[in-house]
């Protein structure tokens, strides 16, 4: 069965400063994989996807990108930080009963 | 993908049935039904799918209208940790090569002791 793995769990960072989240999986190749975003109290707003080694999809504008350099590699970054960038983030892998979720990164910037 | 349609929130006693109603009135001959919920702070935990027939798994069971435009996730015996928000979403079966999931707002079901 496939499990993601995201760190860290929580992270305070100032503003202006640069992002880097990781996420891997394991237990399946060539998965589909997705960055969330989701503000305290609201639902869940996919970021990024991909479909494989360098292909990204980007879902809404903003602050941040992503990067797949290895098939099961997944890293959302910023250059630079902007309070609005506050959230709780998670990375899911696509599977046939539908996705797997990592555990999140609770991301507040200050 | 279909819309849902789902209650803000619900309470529900310990130890009864909780039963979680969607809406999704739109929906096509080749979208599925899915739950997932969402303890506080952790990521979206998949339940159960269905297409048109009833389902029944270790965490929970699915009841799908003959029309397919409702559908109710029942958790037969509630328990405190079953306290989460639930997500039905709609669409076409799930595969590595799918289209992504929309999630909702969801249904904040409290399991009150």
């Known amino acids: 069965s496939q499990t993601i793995h995201q760190w860290p769990a929580t992270l305070v960072q100032p503003v202006g400063s640069p992002l880097s989240l990781e996420c891997t999986v394991e237990g399946t190749s060539n998965p589909n994989l997705y960055w969330y975003r989701q503000a305290a109290g609201r639902g869940l707003q996919l970021l990024f996807y991909?479909?494989?080694?360098?292909?990204i999809s980007s879902e809404v504008p903003q602050n941040l990108s992503a990067s797949r350099p290895q098939d099961r590699q997944f890293i959302l970054s910023s250059k630079k930080l902007l309070l609005s960038d506050s959230g709780f983030y998670l990375c899911a892998g696509g599977g046939s009963y539908g996705y797997t979720f990592g555990s999140g990164t609770r991301l507040t910037v200050v | 993908d279909a819309k849902t349609t789902q209650p803000p929130s619900m309470d529900c006693a310990e130890g009864r049935a909780a039963n979680l109603p969607c809406n999704h009135s739109?929906?096509?001959?080749?979208?599925?039904v899915y739950w997932y919920r969402q303890i506080h702070s952790q990521g979206p935990q998949y339940i159960i799918h269905?297409?048109?027939n009833n389902e029944t798994n270790e965490m929970a069971s699915l009841i799908i209208t003959e029309d397919r435009k409702s559908s109710t996730l029942i958790l037969p015996h509630a328990t405190l940790r079953d306290t989460a928000v639930y997500y039905c979403i709609v669409r076409v079966h799930a595969n590595n090569y799918g289209q992504n999931f929309v999630f909702g707002p969801g249904t904040r079901l409290s399991v009150l002791p």
């Open positions: 739109t929906i096509s001959g080749n979208e599925y």
């Open positions: 991909s479909v494989g080694i360098g292909q």
């Open positions: 269905g297409l048109k």
